[in-house]
Nanobody, 121 residues
Framework: QVQLVESGGGLVQAGDSLRLSCAASGRTFSNYVMGWFRQAPGKEREFVARISRNSNTAYADSVKGRFTISRDNAKATVYLQMNSLKPEDTAVYYC???????????????WGQGTQVTVSS
């Protein structure tokens, strides 16, 4: 029953930065593993980044070194700082919560509505 709402998407140029936010409802945010996924037109939804309850992180190879995931349990919010954006980063970005450290889409139980990120060249 977790409600997730993403924000911060938009249209930027290659090389620019963008910070996405995901606000969660309820008082149990700190109990969940949080992840960011993205889906480009005609493609499957793919893993981007994950952060555990202990703030251990994992990233897809395609974003490692450019993106940073973080969480603020007091604000019940997870962030995705995206630097050095590339046109191939263009996608709808989704926030998700789960109970394991899995990087698989199927392992996450709750999803936000998504926010569009478009990177032009």
């Amino acid at each position: 029953q977790v409600q997730l709402v993403e924000s911060g998407g938009g249209l930027v140029q290659a090389g620019d930065s963008l910070r996405l936010s995901c606000a969660a409802s309820g008082r149990t945010f700190s109990n969940y593993v949080m992840g960011w996924f993205r889906q480009a037109p005609g493609k499957e939804r793919e893993f981007v980044a994950r952060i555990s309850r202990n703030s251990n992180t994992a990233y897809a190879d395609s974003v490692k070194g450019r993106f940073t995931i973080s969480r603020d349990n007091a604000k019940a919010t997870v962030y995705l700082q995206m630097n050095s954006l590339k046109p191939e980063d263009t996608a709808v970005y989704y926030c998700a919560s789960g109970s394991t450290l899995s990087l698989r889409v199927q392992s996450y139980d709750y999803w936000g509505q998504g926010t569009q990120v478009t990177v032009s060249s």
